[in-house]
């Protein structure tokens, strides 16, 4: 048998009364939700639609807010969900233009105009630092994987909230 000195014994008692089963009282939950949060990106995760032709599309896309994120974005990522994406939003509305510097994963890049219809989208490759631009001020750019909007038949006009 080891030896435990008198003074462990009482903070060693607290801290196992602190892991054991309460006295069957249920521990308060939150009533609010806390925000989703990407694994790897560490980004708020929020949800998206895009409308086309009277159907909305949801996913739940990573929130690139800062000028740290957005310089980031998704490079070194090796896959992404089909209903995921990431959306930059540009606060004060500019026009814009994206590259793949780094970013293993094919992309449509969607340029979001002021009144939240996609004015262009890109196909962008992987490693290719080409600028994409947009077709005018944009206050939001959407990525997904290449080929989601034309599989979802997404087109410049259709109306992206967020």
Known sequence: MRWIAPALLAPLALLLTACSPGSGEAAPQSTQASPAVHPTSGLPV???????????????????????QQAM???FRTQMGADEGMIFPMDPPRTASFW??????????????????ILNIADAKPYDETPLPSAGVVKGVLELNAGRTRELGI?????VNW
């Open 73 to 75: 974005g998704l490079m």
């Open 100 to 117: 793949m510097r780094n970013t293993v994963i094919p992309l449509d890049i969607i340029f979001i105009g002021t009144d939240g219809r």
């Open 46 to 68: 929020i949800p998206l639609t895009v409308t086309h032709a009277g159907k909305k599309h949801a996913f739940r896309v990573e929130l690139a807010s800062t000028g740290q």
């Open 155 to 159: 087109v410049a006009g259709d109306v």
